[in-house]
């Protein structure tokens, strides 16, 4: 069974601190992404990297960087989190095979007090 | 501007009932399209595509239409059940396949006993 992993489900920091969010897929997957997600604006693409140390700017990419060392993990990183990031955080990946869907983790809650 | 709309913020409909949710296109480029169920504190899933070279998908109880020369898709769930309550996202994709995914805002769907 195909799976997206997010290292953390619910996290609060404090505005200026520096925020990690992992995330492992076992899909063998070329490409993956990370979108936020507030509401009524839907999924917003952050970054996403087609291969490994590839990286693209999404859409709102301003706040936010990735890491992409290993095929398997995709990093989001905020330098310096501002109460403005607040938000759900989705990391998906994709194949270049079947229906050709985006495959999502859970899911991280980032509250930045 | 947003390339993907989804312009019912919500919809609540009786159990054993059809749900219409209805999402229209700006970008004449998309080419594939896909529907996505969320459900709270969860990642979203997938749940139907259609290919621009069709009209018509269906599985099970979902069909999705698509209507190329007014730029609208729409999901049927037919009967509705509780379980189906959940936000969908409408999605579209262009032709370089895996890159640029846009979804739309969601629909908030209540299906009630």
């Known amino acids: 069974d195909v799976k997206v992993t997010q290292s953390s489900r619910y996290l609060v920091k404090r505005t200026g601190e520096k925020v990690f969010l992992e995330c492992v897929q076992d899909m063998d997957h070329e490409n993956m992404f990370w979108y936020r997600q507030d509401p009524g604006l839907g999924l917003r693409l952050i970054y996403f990297s087609y291969d490994v140390k590839m990286k693209e700017k999404g859409d709102i990419p301003e706040g936010y960087s990735v890491s992409r060392e290993k095929k398997e993990r995709f990093s989001l990183i905020l330098e310096s989190a501002s109460t403005n990031q607040t938000s759900m955080y989705l990391c998906?990946?994709?194949?270049?095979?079947?229906?050709?869907?985006?495959?999502f983790g859970e899911g991280s809650r980032l509250t930045v007090l | 501007d947003q390339q993907v709309k989804q312009n019912s913020p919500s919809l609540s409909v009786q159990e054993g009932r059809i749900s219409i949710l209805n999402c229209d296109y700006t970008?004449?480029?998309?080419?594939?399209f896909l529907w996505y169920k969320k459900y709270p504190a969860e990642g979203p899933t997938f749940l139907i595509s259609?290919?621009?070279?069709?009209d018509k998908n269906e599985d099970g109880r979902f069909t999705v239409f698509l209507n190329k020369s007014a730029k609208h898709l729409s999901l049927h769930i037919v009967p509705s059940q509780p379980g189906d309550s959940a936000v969908y996202f409408c999605?579209?994709?262009?032709?370089?396949?895996?890159?640029?995914?846009?979804f739309g805002p969601g629909t908030r769907l209540s299906v009630l006993p």
């Open positions: 259609i290919s621009s070279i069709k």
């Open positions: 970008n004449s480029m998309f080419d594939y």
């Open positions: 998906a990946s994709r194949g270049t095979s079947g229906k050709g869907e985006l495959f």
């Open positions: 999605a579209a994709d262009l032709y370089n396949y895996g890159q640029n995914f846009v």
